[in-house]
């Protein structure tokens, strides 16, 4: 009975160190369950964190392209209405060169007709001292004085005879 009670002692011993390592176990395992669901916690969290941080920095690339954007337009704006502004002032320069030529071209030819006009008014003077001088002579001597201006061109021979 003795052993009985001992065997038995020693096999409850057994079992309670038994329990004990199970109870160990089962905290140890309850421990890292807990620190497994804080894990599990703590990554949710930071995917949490994460997803909103790029949600954030969607939002943030979203609204600098957009600003972006708008600035490109207004800039092309600017500059449609730069090269809109020296296109109309070269329009007005070009318009205003051709006007002036227009007036330089105009004096030109007046100044022309006006040099034609005392040429022509010489050389209508002149026909007729020649005609005066042709008259005098063909009194005086006759014939050679038609000889004469009858070599000159055509042009001034006719102007000549007629006048005489």
């Not at 063909?138 to 001034?156: A, F, I, P, T």
Request: proline content about 0%.
């Amino acid at each position: 009975m003795v052993n009985q009670l001992w065997s038995r002692t020693e096999s409850l011993a057994n079992e309670y160190a038994a329990l004990q390592d199970a109870h160990v176990q089962g905290e140890a395992l309850l421990a890292a369950q807990a620190s497994t669901q804080q894990g599990v916690q703590l990554l949710a969290e930071h995917q949490h964190v994460t997803r909103l941080q790029f949600q954030q920095d969607l939002h943030d690339t979203r609204a600098t392209l957009n600003t972006l954007a708008r600035m490109q337009a207004e800039h092309d704006a600017r500059m449609e209405l730069a090269v809109k502004d020296r296109l109309e002032a070269l329009t007005l320069q070009t318009q205003q060169e051709m006007s002036r030529i227009r007036v330089m071209v105009d004096e030109m030819k007046r100044a022309q007709t006006e040099r034609q006009a005392a040429v022509n008014r010489a050389l209508d003077a002149l026909v007729e001292q020649v005609t005066a001088i042709a008259v005098k002579e063909r009194e005086k001597e006759g014939d050679v004085v038609r000889e004469v201006y009858e070599s000159l061109s055509g042009e001034w021979y006719n102007k000549i005879d007629k006048k005489i």
